[in-house]
């Protein structure tokens, strides 16, 4: 018996490296097949026999076959949709008296998995759903660093914040108290002189009394006005309308007239301004503080100077110069922290006007400066955003 030729899907397979065998088929040890070479067929034929005409064949695939399969004369067998592994084709030739062929004519029959189904992808397989399960653990682990990280900073800047406040209450709850506690026992005294007063009859002595309660009751009110602004000024968003400063310096000059006119202060100011946006009555308030420190802390008498410097940066500097004693670089630094009274005669008050005057000017989107030096006065301003190229608050 020999083996004679291959084909699959009915082509004749020409042997080659490429080639499922890569010499002839007779000679070959093994044919090999790729998962989609899975329809072939071989062809073979006794030869030891004188009458070919009488010959019937039977062939075997070992591992498919259950059993001989009886080709009768038919010279081929045909095999089509295997699954990938190792056979054997075996074939032999029975003459019409019985006799077989000596030697059964036999070639191993390898078909392969597909490439998705091998050892080695499935191992790759495993390693890449590892790599990506460590890959996505890892990730998971930074992003939860990240989160705890931000946590952490959002935790410490709140903690820096609530220890700030603290700090601002608890100078509040000392310079408040210390402040309001000399109004009242003022008040708490001249009542005192006003039963007295009534008792004696004196009207005169009666009115006098009664003045310095409603000055020490107008301080009390200063106080507790100038708290709600600053509380005010924390949590309100204001609307940026284009703000007349004629008018608004105007009132501040006219709200200080008596402290203008009681100091004999000087204010030598510009028929016109340039054109900013802000909140005319928190800039009414930046203005009256400004003014009112000038003329408290300023020369005898006071001479200031106020004006305006258009910026390069979109902004409207504001300023006023005072005639003072000016104030060190250490006084400068506390300035416009709440709550904080300079050392000295140098400032009076409860500690919350230029405080309040930062917030407000930072409420408008703009920053507060100050410019100083001991015996050469000093120099306050804020800057508020300028009209050209500003886009309106919603």
């Known amino acids: ?155 410490r800047t709140r903690t820096a914040e609530l220890e700030a406040r603290n700090e601002e209450l608890d100078a509040y709850a000392y310079m408040v108290a210390h402040d309001l506690k000399t109004p009242l026992f003022t008040i708490n005294g001249f009542l005192n002189f006003v039963k007295k007063g009534i008792a004696t009859g004196n009207t005169e002595r009666i009115l006098k009394d009664l003045e310095r309660i409603s000055q020490a009751t107008d301080k009390m009110k200063g106080i507790i006005d100038a708290l709600l602004l600053l509380s005010k000024a924390r949590k309100t968003e204001v609307a940026l309308d284009r703000l007349d400063m004629t008018i608004i310096v105007s009132e501040a000059r006219h709200r200080l007239a008596s402290a203008i006119r009681e100091k004999n202060a000087t204010i030598i100011g510009p028929e016109h301004w340039p054109a900013a946006l802000g909140y005319a009555p928190w800039v009414e308030e930046v203005w009256t503080n400004y003014l009112s420190n000038a003329i408290k802390y300023g020369g005898a008498p006071p001479r200031i100077e106020i004006g305006a410097t258009p910026g390069s940066d979109n902004m409207v500097r504001f300023w006023i110069k005072d005639n003072g004693k000016g104030l060190t670089t250490a006084q400068q630094a506390r300035l416009f922290v709440p709550f904080t009274r300079l050392d000295g005669e140098v400032a009076t008050g409860h500690g919350l006007g230029l405080a309040i005057v930062k917030r407000i000017v930072e409420g408008m989107n703009g920053v507060v400066e100050v410019e100083s030096e001991e015996e050469r006065g000093s120099v306050f301003s804020f800057s508020l955003p300028a009209v050209e190229g500003f886009a309106r608050n919603p």
């Open 1 to 155: 018996m020999t083996l004679t030729s291959l084909r699959v899907f009915n082509d004749e397979v020409v042997p080659g490296l490429e080639a499922p065998i890569q010499q002839p088929i007779h000679l070959a040890e093994e044919i090999r097949f790729t998962h989609d070479q899975n329809d072939f067929t071989i062809d073979y034929i006794g030869l030891a026999f004188l009458n070919l005409g009488e010959l019937q064949y039977q062939y075997m695939l070992e591992n498919h076959d259950a059993g001989w399969v009886r080709a009768k004369a038919q010279r081929s067998a045909r095999y089509s949709g295997l699954a990938p592994g190792t056979y054997l084709f075996r074939v032999r030739a029975v003459d019409s008296r019985g006799l077989r062929s000596e030697e059964d004519a036999s070639i191993r029959v390898v078909i392969l998995p597909p490439w998705w189904t091998t050892a080695w992808f499935r191992a790759l397989m495993i390693l890449g759903v590892v790599g990506l399960a460590l890959s996505a653990y890892r990730w998971r682990v930074r992003s939860f660093r990240r989160q705890n990280q931000q946590l952490e900073a959002q935790v």
